[in-house]
């Protein structure tokens, strides 16, 4: 059943390994719970802002906000949606597509974290796919960009392994320290040339796209 007031509840990404599902507050609080674990060696930061070295349970509220404050400031001309990565019914980690202006620049930026338990599965690389699948097909982009600290292996990994096209680099500040965060994109043409799957599923999506200003054939 659609949910009455808001659509975004009803979103859901599936692959054969992997479900996408737009947060509510239940897997917001299993999220919090999640990241206190741990995502990151404490000797490396792969955010631009360090939220994830605050203490409990000010890291567990702040996420919990952090969730809350997308949903509230989302609008036709600046959204962030973020879904939870679930394997087998269990929360794993968070993907967000994040953008402005999307009616006419029809570009997202994808943003991604897992709890540390479930990395080195591969299970980055498919929830990234399902994320561009959403974008792309979902809600008819035309270019998706991702950045990386340089030394962020896992992540370059992952971007590397989809064939994004590099596309400079920029001088950023992460923890008081200039650091160089390498940026890519790609084009929906090469999407769908390349990586476009047949065993992936999108539901929810038509509701939604009032929403976001969008019109029933812009995916």
Known sequence: MTHPVWPLFDLQVRTPRLELRYIDDEMATELAL???????????MPF?????????????????????????????????????VLVEGAVVGTTGLITHDFRVLRTFETGSWLGRE?????????MRIA?????????????ATTSAWEDNGPSL????SLGYVANGHRAAVRKGIECSERRFEM???????RLRRDDITVSGVDDCLALLGLEPTDG
Request: proline residues 7%.
């Open 34 to 44: 999640l990241a206190a674990k741990g995502i990151h060696p404490p000797d490396f």
């Open 48 to 84: 631009a802002m360090p939220w994830s070295e605050e203490p409990s349970p000010l890291l567990e509220r702040n996420t919990m906000q952090f969730y809350w404050r997308c949903r509230a400031e989302l609008s036709p001309a600046k959204w962030t949606i973020e879904l939870a």
């Open 118 to 126: 479930h990395q080195g599965a591969g299970i980055g690389k498919e």
């Open 131 to 143: 994320t561009l699948h959403l974008g792309f097909l979902g809600f008819g982009a035309q270019r």
């Open 157 to 160: 990994g992952v971007t590397n």
């Open 187 to 193: 084009m929906r043409d090469d999407f769908l040339t």
